[in-house]
């Protein structure tokens, strides 16, 4: 335990300087019983600290998940079914799918932060959700200190949303998530430049680990390195619009990029809203906008919690204004 105030700069993507009044290691679920039930007011729960925002010092206690490790529970010809500790690297974990040749989650590769994270904001890319292969996690609820299992359909995942942004938001710590990953897989190529890449490469047969590859070639290419320059990747989810909002931004911004995701809605790119109000490269002070992908707010050193915050305000006025569409934040704002 590290105590009286702790600066959890080295400990969130976004490099902010801010504190928390103890930082406490959770090693195991027995070092997790052991402290708890804390009210859920007084601590706030930590992985990678790749989705957050500190705008200010927490007077609060930090829990960083520490809980690593991979266990296969269930095998056949087909699938293996694994359970992998909440504070587990995600990108080792889909490492060591790929290694073993078992499919799913390799378009998820080099997405940062821990396990006990992706069901949070049922992370997602290049067309894969992590809900696709989720079977269930275990949590504990941090007020009473009790355990609960909770299977695919309690989680109500959605586009970066589950039951954790809303009913459960701050109120549980998840130990443990169990995946069902298959043997026989189909690969999932069409999204982004995924083809492109394998076509560029002569890759005629491709496996698990050639499209794992080609999305890590890509995203190293298209986001910034957060040791490089401090950032927590998209910062806005991309806007869901109704269709009829949607005929009508269309006759006014022919141009507009869009995805129908049903006969009800369609899915706006954020990253191309605010790139037409000028915004992609912009900087003030410390804060900007990463010159390559509008969507992605940076720390070009010293910049504050609350500078970043401001600035992130200012477009979701300027693209309210122009557009109509109130962006909402993927990065959860302390
Ligand atoms: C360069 C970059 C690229 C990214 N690309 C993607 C992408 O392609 N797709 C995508 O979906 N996301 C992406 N992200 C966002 C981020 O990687 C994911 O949201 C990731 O799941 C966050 O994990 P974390 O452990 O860092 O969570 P943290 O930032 O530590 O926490 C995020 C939230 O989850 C809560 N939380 C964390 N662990 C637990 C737990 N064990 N129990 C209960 N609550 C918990 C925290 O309290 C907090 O509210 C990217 C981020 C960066 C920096």
Same mark, same amino acid.
């Given at each position: 335990m590290i105590s009286n105030p702790v600066s959890l700069k080295a400990y969130n993507t976004f490099g902010i300087d801010a504190s928390c009044d103890r930082l406490i290691e959770i090693n195991s679920e027995e070092e997790l019983s052991e402290i708890l039930p804390i009210p859920h007011k007084e601590v706030r729960v930590l992985g990678g600290g790749s989705n957050i925002l500190l705008t200010g010092d927490l007077e609060r206690k930090v829990l960083h998940n520490q809980i690593k490790g991979i266990k296969v529970l269930k095998e056949n010809d087909s699938y293996v079914l694994v359970e992998v500790g909440g504070g587990h690297d995600w990108h080792q974990f889909v490492m060591w799918a790929v290694s073993h040749g078992y499919g799913g989650i390799e378009n998820l590769s080099l997405i940062p932060g821990t396990v006990g994270a992706a069901?949070?904001?049922?992370i997602g890319a290049y067309g894969v959700e992590q809900s696709e292969f989720f079977v269930s996690l275990t949590m504990y609820d941090? %007020? %009473?200190g009790k355990d609960h299992i909770l299977l695919e359909e309690d989680c109500r995942f959605g586009y970066r949303d589950s039951i954790f942004k809303g009913p459960l938001k701050g109120k549980c710590f998840i130990t443990s998530v169990r995946y069902k990953l298959t043997k026989k897989h189909e690969l999932r190529m069409?999204?982004?430049?995924i083809k492109k890449k394998l076509v560029e490469k002569m890759i005629a047969y491709p496996t698990i680990r050639d499209v794992s590859e080609m999305v890590i070639e890509i995203r190293k290419s298209k986001l910034p390195d957060p040791r490089e320059l401090g950032n927590s990747g998209s910062f806005f989810k991309n806007p869901i619009v109704t269709t009829s909002k949607f005929n009508r931004l269309i006759a006014e911004f022919p141009e507009m990029p869009h995805y129908s995701i049903d006969d009800e809605t369609v899915k706006i790119p954020a990253g191309w809203l605010i790139d037409q109000l000028g915004w992609k490269g912009k900087r003030i002070g410390d804060v900007g906008t990463y010159e390559k992908q509008a969507l992605v707010l940076v720390n070009h050193g010293k910049a504050t919690g609350g500078e970043l915050w401001d600035f992130a305000k200012m477009i979701i006025q300027e693209v309210e204004d122009h557009y109509g569409i109130v962006l909402i934040p993927e990065v959860n704002v302390w």
């Open positions: 069901p949070i904001q049922n941090l %007020t %009473t069409d999204y982004g430049a």
